[in-house]
């Protein structure tokens, strides 16, 4: 059973922080931030921490960069050495072996290429892989409060198009800016040397195009932003529609939604003419640049040439070279851009890996001692106390006031009340998914903060209002409990429920398939799935929430059946709105408001005639119980 569990958040507590400091980290404000961000040296550092699994590649890739960054002008410079020398001069031997040259350059270059690539592509999956798996398993720590701020979207937009951007990053701009940046300075060295003043026009003539391509790349990084997000609502909405096609239908709202739809769908085509208006700027703009420059090189290329300044061969050389030279310029452009959007990513990822989490088990927490095992010949329940506890999710807003009650090993503790009356949180306070504000929980006497809810949540069995299936056979589903359980336990845990019959009846029995979000079963299928999964574990304290509000009639009293068998010996929590189920509960607390207003078995509450009564009597109305 130890291993049977996967880690839930590890670390158990630190009393709650202040109000204000979980208020100031809404996941909100966060996503009003910058798309560009200003090179920052501690964000590529700790980028390139990512690549240490493959540091040998990382230097491998910086050696070959370099090379590469030298060849390629090289290998212009080298064409033009061979039409102003052997071409210029008819020599064709030395053409010959002038041309044998240049092919070694070019395979040596290609070949660097290749490996550069390779490595580039290896350490980038290195980099995305790693912040993904830290991102995943980040989040898994979080506690409850977390998910109720940080809506699903946003993180997944971390995992997606964050990460993708740093994988730019890290795979192109680095090396990229090298071979370029290479390429720029050795061709201008080059130019300086080949013609002075021709080299000072071209050198003038770059903050130009470095401006005007700035200016543009700005512009189309904002635009495909745009683009992607708004596309991200028209898939939200798509996904959202079919999710809930039967209250669309339910409520003739098709008409309604499909105008939403088109609106979503016109906005996006928006962003994308805009995005297609600048690129179609842009691109003409720069050809016209180059144009233009060519003309003055032209002019004053020329103009040297007549006067015996410079050569026709130089003036050729100097054409390659300022070509060499203008080519890194867009593509540097295009780089520094994606640096500047991968840090404003690389922000965002940083701040959901280091986001801390609300509390956490104390260093010093113990995990609780586990008497199952230990010979007992019925499991033995835990004893679970409430001590003046209040909480509240934002902690200014308390939604349980000075709760106090004691379950006794092998009780059945039932909640009643109205809908938000606090029954479901008082549930997760006993699972240690909150921590009280004020007041102390306490688990056989150990108060929660000093215990691992690792520990906790392995003497546990929880079935929820909304209960959740991953996707795999039935079998699967219930053994996530117990892994180690064999398919006989399963089996056994099935027939002690008396359910093993229904799922035996499924097409493919315990094999049969369970889709999203266990498509393909009936709501009261999966319940009962998440019941035997619950049951297998051999818990301690068992929570049912709701748990058989889905479950038909007949089921349900087969269960109640079960049910009763199998909780003696360990200590339940119950919450039902369906109050057949708690008629034998050994506490019944009756909420109102977040306070306990009343307190006793069933029959007391009904003879007592205040609140509970009431409930009852509305509840066997409605239900001929
Ligand atoms: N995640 C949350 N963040 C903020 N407030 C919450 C959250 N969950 C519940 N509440 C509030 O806490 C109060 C108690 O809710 P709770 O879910 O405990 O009630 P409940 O009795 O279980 O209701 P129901 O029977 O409808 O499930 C309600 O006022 C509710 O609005």
Excluded at 194 to 201: K, N, S
Excluded at 563 to 574: A, D, N
Excluded at 613 to 621: H, I, T
Aim: proline residues 4%; aromatic residues 8%; hydrophobic residues 45%.
């Amino acid at each position: 059973m130890s291993t049977a569990k996967t880690k839930v958040a590890e670390s158990a507590q630190t009393p709650p922080p202040p109000a204000k400091e979980a208020l100031t980290l809404n996941d909100t404000d966060h996503e009003n931030e910058v798309q560009f961000k200003p090179l920052e040296w501690g964000l590529i550092r700790r980028l390139f921490g990512y690549a240490k699994p493959v540091k040998g590649k990382v230097a491998w890739l910086v050696a070959l960069t370099l090379t590469r960054s030298v060849q390629l002008p090289m290998i212009t410079w080298a064409v033009s050495l061979i039409i102003s020398g052997p071409i210029a001069g008819h020599d064709t031997q030395m053409l010959l072996w002038a041309l044998l040259g240049y092919l070694v350059l070019a395979l040596s270059t290609d070949g660097i290429f290749h490996f550069r690539m390779r490595f580039a592509l290896e350490v980038g999956e290195s980099v995305v892989s790693g912040l993904r798996t830290e991102i995943f398993e980040k989040v898994q720590r979080q506690p409850m409060g977390f998910f109720h701020r940080v809506k699903l979207g946003r993180v997944l937009g971390r995992v997606t198009s964050d990460v993708e951007s740093l994988r730019v990053g890290i795979q192109d701009v680095l090396f990229v800016t090298i071979t370029q940046g290479g390429q720029l300075i050795v061709a201008a060295i080059i130019m300086a040397f080949c013609d002075f003043v021709l080299f000072l026009v071209v050198v003038g003539m770059a903050p130009i195009l470095w401006g005007v391509n700035r200016h543009f790349r700005m512009r189309l990084s904002s635009e495909s932003r745009a683009a992607s997000e708004s596309f991200s609502r028209v898939t939200a909405t798509l996904a959202e529609s079919v999710n809930g096609i039967r209250v669309t239908q339910g409520f003739v709202r098709q008409e309604t939604n499909a105008g939403l739809f088109r609106n979503l769908l016109n906005t996006h085509s928006r962003f994308n003419l805009a995005l297609a208006r600048t690129s179609a700027i842009l691109i003409p703009m720069l050809e016209l640049n180059s144009q233009f420059f060519i003309a003055i090189l032209l002019m004053v290329g020329g103009w040297r040439t007549f006067h015996d300044l410079m050569t026709i061969a130089d003036l050729i050389q100097f054409f390659f070279l300022a070509n060499l030279f203008f080519s890194p310029l867009a593509t540097l452009g295009a780089q520094y851009n994606n640096a500047l959007v991968a840090m404003a990513g690389a922000e965002r990822v940083f701040w959901l890996i280091d986001h801390k989490p609300d509390w956490e088990d104390a260093p010093d927490a113990q995990p609780l001692p586990d008497p199952r095992g230990q010979g007992a010949a019925i499991t033995r329940g835990a004893r679970v106390e409430f001590r003046n506890v209040t909480f509240g999710y934002d902690p200014q807003k308390p939604v349980l006031h000075d709760i106090n009650f004691t379950a006794e090993p092998g009780q059945t503790i039932g909640l009643v009340g109205h809908t938000g009356s606090g029954k479901s949180s008082i549930i997760g306070l006993v699972a240690k998914f909150y921590l009280p504000t004020a007041g102390e929980v306490f688990v056989d006497a150990h108060e929660v903060r000093t215990i691992t809810s690792h520990s906790l949540h392995q003497q546990m069995g929880i079935v929820q209002q909304q209960n959740f299936l991953f996707t795999g056979t039935v079998l699967e589903n219930i053994r996530m409990s117990r892994p180690e359980a064999s398919d006989d336990e399963v089996r056994e845990a099935a027939r002690r429920l008396d359910c093993l019959d229904i799922f035996e009846a499924l097409p493919d029995g315990l094999l049969t398939e369970v889709g999203e979000r266990g498509s393909g079963l009936s709501v009261g299928q999966r319940q009962l799935i998440c019941f035997t999964r619950a049951l297998l574990a051999d818990p301690r304290i068992v929570i049912l929430d709701e748990a058989t509000s889905s479950i038909d009639a007949m089921t349900e009293a087969r269960l109640q059946t079960a049910l009763v068998e199998l909780l003696r010996g360990r200590t339940s929590f119950i919450v039902a709105h369906r109050l057949s189920t708690i008629r034998h509960a050994d506490q019944v607390l009756v909420l109102d408001q977040g306070r306990i207003v009343e307190r006793g078995r069933h029959e007391e509450l009904v003879a007592l005639g205040g609140r509970y009564n009431e409930l009852y009597s509305q509840f066997v109305q409605t239900a001929g119980d």
